[in-house]
């Protein structure tokens, strides 16, 4: 991989980590090989850097928990369709005992 990123005009990296509430990760930024070392180095583009990795970070960790979060959505959903169902037929088969005139076929 690092041929073809120098074949690409990359010849400079810089690594930095995040932490988001136990989200670790690690942000790599690249360069071209002519990049100037010391605009590179200058401590408001580190600064843009860090807080730029950690909102990447941040948005990471926000895609798992949401993933998560609607997977949990999913499942109440499937048990309460599932409660409610149960209680059609129920009511469905009390009906049909019972006599009571309300029709228990229907058409589709």
């Not at 810089?14 to 070392?37: E, K, N, T």
Request: charged share 25%; aromatic share 4%; hydrophobic share 40%.
């Amino acid at each position: 991989r690092s041929n073809l990123l120098e074949n690409a005009g990359f010849g400079k990296a810089c690594g930095i980590p995040f932490d988001i509430r136990g989200h670790r990760g690690v942000v790599l930024y690249l360069a071209r090989v002519s990049a100037d070392q010391n605009q590179l180095c200058e401590q408001t583009n580190e600064i843009h850097l860090r807080v730029s990795a950690d909102l990447i970070g941040a948005v990471s960790c926000s895609v798992i928990t949401t993933k998560a979060s609607i997977n949990a959505k999913r499942e109440r959903n499937a048990k309460t369709l599932r409660r409610v169902r149960a209680k059609m037929l129920a009511l469905v088969a009390f009906a049909s005992l019972a006599g009571s005139g309300l029709r228990t076929e229907y058409d589709d």
